[in-house]
């Protein structure tokens, strides 16, 4: 297997430390990231994390197609329950996320503002994935 797909903060990421509480990492915080669609098309987005789900939003002057019609996101929201990983690429503040969607896997790449913003991101989700396996039961 391929050790390096495991690996959920790069080297590069390494410089960046962030100190999560159930607290802290479960606050509402938004960040300005670019989706790259399954055609390879990228696409501007708002991506909000909480304790619970990632929202995918199309910023407001993004939102409005050239003849007035409001666009929206075909998943406007996922679990945080739902992330099967996630993961800093080689390029500079890009990232992966790979969700559950029944039985099927289905990743999509990200690009952040920054290192720091693709970091904290990296971070917060993981952090919020643990935190989500270590409340579910064990039957």
């Known amino acids: 297997t391929d050790t390096n797909a495991s690996k959920s903060v790069s080297d590069e990421d390494a410089e960046y430390k962030f100190f999560w509480t159930e607290l802290t990492a479960s606050?509402?915080?938004e960040f300005l990231v670019t989706k790259i669609?399954?055609?390879?098309?990228?696409?501007?987005?708002?991506?909000?994390i909480d304790r619970d789900q990632i929202t995918n939003n199309i910023p407001t002057k993004a939102a409005t197609t050239?003849?007035?019609?409001?666009?929206?996101?075909?998943?406007?929201?996922?679990?945080?329950?739902?992330?099967?990983?996630?993961?800093?690429?080689?390029?500079?503040s890009s990232f992966r996320i790979v969700f559950r969607d029944g039985f099927d896997l289905v990743t999509t790449d990200f690009i952040a503002a920054s290192p720091l913003e693709r970091a904290e991101i990296v971070s917060k989700v993981s952090f919020l994935?643990?935190?989500?396996?270590?409340?579910?039961?064990?039957?």
């Open 129 to 139: 994935k643990q935190l989500h396996q270590n409340m579910t039961p064990t039957p």
């Open 37 to 48: 669609n399954k055609w390879g098309i990228k696409q501007e987005r708002l991506m909000g």
């Open 27 to 29: 606050q509402f915080k």
């Open 66 to 92: 050239f003849l007035g019609k409001q666009r929206t996101t075909t998943h406007a929201s996922r679990r945080i329950s739902q992330v099967h990983a996630i993961e800093a690429l080689p390029q500079p």
